[in-house]
């Protein structure tokens, strides 16, 4: 019988009527089920809290504010106490508190005021390099009301990171980092810090974006709209469980003021560095010796890549990746059993990994992959990177113009005015046509070409058989590699 011929029947005939009751039961327990199935599907999502006050008492005795004390020969910024030299709050509230311009420069004390955190009963404090750089004096005071001073474990400039240490009677209340990796976007977050001197505040909001860079080589920020402003420089971020997932560092803000675009280092890259300081008083960051460029789509059809992934290696100094025998032009895909994304995702994997460890580098070469073992060196003892030597190569007086540009053979005095070694080979860039291809990657006079589809060009001639090899294999642009001042870059120009 359908539903319909069911239903009918129910309505005509009265006693139907318990069957029709049975049906109604049924219908109601179908939907009873789907509810509750609907009820039952996992979500790692939260809602929000009925009041953030248990998290803010369990973790504010293990909040800390720092005073320094700095004598410079600056003047003090009216209407509030006065910034660290390079504090990324610097430019943000100069304008804002200093309306009239900087007076007389004269020697005096001034004080700046940030936040931090205890990390163990023992003393350690994390807070922000900006806002203890160049303190005479350093003092923390405690949730409390208690009082200590504090001396320098370790800095790292490069995430903005110091470590500090206290001597206390008793043992003190602290926090422990949580995984960063683990936020998402949307959930919530808490900040604790000292805000323009006012003491302990807390401000509650969501993480807004993961991985921000600002300027740093191994930025990864957390953004978020939880309330930051001047003070809560070096304060932490809590996620719901009182784990710290980034320190506060920056803010975004043409006024000066929290605008909801507050950037927190993120705890997994805080948490590292820590770890080095304590133990080291120094970082000690692994390095593969490469200098490396993204692999942009026009790159990887020049390549004849398919995905544009990894990093694209422009130059091999002296160093672990040259005697592992890495060459400019390998695509490195995958490190130390991981794949590579990008070049910002390589940096930080190299940098998180231990100086002197032997590792697997997977590059793509002329269509195949082939497998490195490279052994890391210290990247603080190799800072400065040698300059690039070109392979010698004959010289001609000719002058053509390819691709858009008046080229000519590279001489070994012209190679000298260009920061080159004096036996670098390569085209040189004499003119450029506004309107071309080349010019709008960026090639101007002065550029050298070093390389073309890979291969080193030193005469017109070579560059020209490099056109004609790539049109023959059906490929629509030509890889080259340029040279600007010793530093190398490879750029994609179309050959149709």
């Known amino acids: 019988m359908s539903t319909r011929e069911m239903s009918q029947a129910l309505r005509s005939d009265g006693a139907a009527w318990p069957v029709r009751g049975a049906l109604h039961m049924m219908w109601a327990v179908a939907v009873g089920l789907a509810l509750v199935i609907g009820q039952a599907q996992p979500s790692h999502a939260r809602a929000a809290p009925e009041s953030f006050a248990d998290l803010a008492q369990q973790v504010s005795p293990a909040v800390v504010n720092i005073t320094t004390s700095t004598t410079v020969a600056a003047p003090a910024l009216p209407g509030g106490p006065m910034l660290p030299p390079g504090s990324p709050f610097e430019d943000f509230f100069r304008e804002f508190m200093d309306p009239q311009g900087p007076g007389p420069s004269v020697p005096r004390q001034s004080n700046a005021l940030g936040s931090g955190f205890v990390i163990s009963e023992d003393g350690f404090i994390v807070t922000n390099n ?99 402003n001047r003070g809560n420089s070096g304060g932490p971020l809590f996620n719901m469980e009182g784990q710290v997932v980034g320190v506060n560092t920056a803010i975004l803000s043409p006024n000066g003021g929290s605008i909801g675009i507050g950037f927190s280092m993120a705890s997994n890259v805080v948490s590292k560095v820590v770890s080095q300081l304590q133990q080291f008083g120094e970082t000690r960051r692994g390095w593969l010796g490469v200098k490396i460029q993204d692999v942009t789509p026009d790159v990887a059809e020049a390549m004849g890549i398919k995905a544009a992934a990894g990093a694209l290696v422009t130059d091999v100094p002296e160093g672990p990746a040259r005697e592992a025998g890495m060459k400019p032009g390998d695509v490195i895909i995958s490190f130390d059993g991981g794949e590579v994304s990008d070049t910002r995702d390589l940096v930080r994997r190299v940098a998180d990994a231990e100086v002197g460890k032997a590792v697997r580098v997977v590059v793509l070469r002329e269509g195949r992959t082939e497998t490195l073992l490279v052994t890391l060196g210290r990247r603080e003892e ?47 860039v004499r003119e450029i046509d506004e309107t071309s291809a080349a010019f709008d990657k960026g090639l101007r006079p002065g550029d050298v070409i070093a390389e073309a589809g890979q291969q080193k060009v030193a005469t017109l001639a070579d560059l020209q058989d490099r056109i004609d090899e790539a049109k023959e294999a059906g490929r629509k642009s030509l890889l080259l590699l340029i040279r600007r001042g010793g530093e190398p870059r490879f750029v994609a120009l179309s050959v149709e």
């Open 382 to 428: 190799a800072e400065a990177t040698a300059t690039p030597v070109g392979a010698r190569g004959p010289q001609a007086p000719a002058r053509q113009e390819l691709l858009g540009m008046t080229l000519t053979p590279l001489d070994s005095e012209l190679a000298v005015e260009l920061g080159l070694a004096p036996d670098a080979s390569g085209l040189v």
């Open 130 to 228: 900006h806002v203890i750089d160049g303190a005479d004096e350093i003092e923390v005071e405690f949730f409390s009301g208690t009082t200590l001073p504090a001396e320098v474990v370790g800095i790292d400039t490069k995430t903005d990171i110091a470590l500090l240490k206290v001597v206390s009677d008793v043992p003190l209340p602290f926090v422990s980092f949580g995984d960063s990796d683990l936020m998402r976007v949307g959930d919530w977050v808490l900040a604790v810090g000292n805000p323009l001197g006012q003491g302990f505040s807390v401000s509650a909001g969501i993480v807004s974006a993961r991985n921000r860079a600002l300027a740093g080589t191994y930025d990864d920020f957390i953004q978020t709209d939880a309330a930051i």
